[in-house]
């Protein structure tokens, strides 16, 4: 075996890779040409996930992951079994939403509360609007515009070209999660803006295939496959249904949820939980309906989540 100090300034000093599909230990990563090969990472704590870079070295036909670049940001969820990285170094995450099926505003509110504790902007992407139902949808969606989020419209089906109009620049240059539950059409999304992606997601699932059809992880997509730096890229993750928010702690929530954090200066009590406490600014602006009902509750169940997971953990 060679010293450990030799490898490591042979890592070092290699081009980084990009991980662009990742199955627990193995990972699929893609190098500065452009090759894309199956690695492995070393060790339990080398866990790599998709948009992570890494340094690697070859090893025969695969290769193997040196070293994690630290990463810029990291977007997980957490339940009380186990956690989940989506995906890490993103610029955003674009939920896609529908009025049919309805959006859950609580699946909505748990994805944009991890998207602002991992630092990470968000904007959201009202889908089918040629359906009437996309009136009540809108109303839903009022309360996070007047807190400052981008909501787009589209009719992906019936209005595609107008749609890539919309998103083209959206997306453009950017690393973009793209989260959908399911029937809200990111799919759609995903084969409108990529043509291609069917095929790429095959070499993907094919080089950490282990039998598998489908794609359980997070998929990275080139935008433009000539324009790999600058280009921009869809990530798409499967599996929206359960958002846990374990990893942060309930005294935390206000801070990360905008309409809240606007008033968290007019409590009486500086460590107010604005649950019961006299003189809670954020319980007046929710009477003045500054903050809408429904966030607030939310709000008040995922304290209790959360309070719940703490004493447990
Ligand atoms: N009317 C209408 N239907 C749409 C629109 N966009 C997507 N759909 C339809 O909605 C259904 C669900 O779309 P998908 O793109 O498969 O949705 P998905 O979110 O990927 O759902 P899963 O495949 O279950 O994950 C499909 O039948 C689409 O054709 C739209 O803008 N308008
Ligand atoms: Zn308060």
Known sequence: MKPAGSKAKAAATGDTALVVGAHGRHVVIETPSGERMLAHARGKKSACVVGDRVQWQPAGDEAVVEALVPRRNLLMRQDEWRSKSFAANLDQLLVVLSGEPMFSESQLTRALIATEDAGISATLLLNKID???????????????????????????????ASIALLTPALGGKTTLVLGASGMGK???????????????????QALNAGRHTTTTTTWYWLDADDRTNGGALLDSPGFQEFGLMHITPQRLPELMPDLRKHLGECRFYNCTHLHEPGCGVRSAVERGEISPSRYRLYEGLWAELSEGQQKG
Do not use: C, D, H, W
């Open 131 to 161: 359906l009437p139902t996309a009136a009540l949808a809108r109303e839903r969606l009022l309360p996070y515009k007047a807190m400052g989020f981008t909501v787009l419209e589209t009719a992906l089906t019936t209005q595609p070209e």
């Open 187 to 205: 799919s759609t999304l995903i084969n409108l803006m990529l043509p291609l992606a069917q095929a790429q997601v095959g070499e993907i699932s």
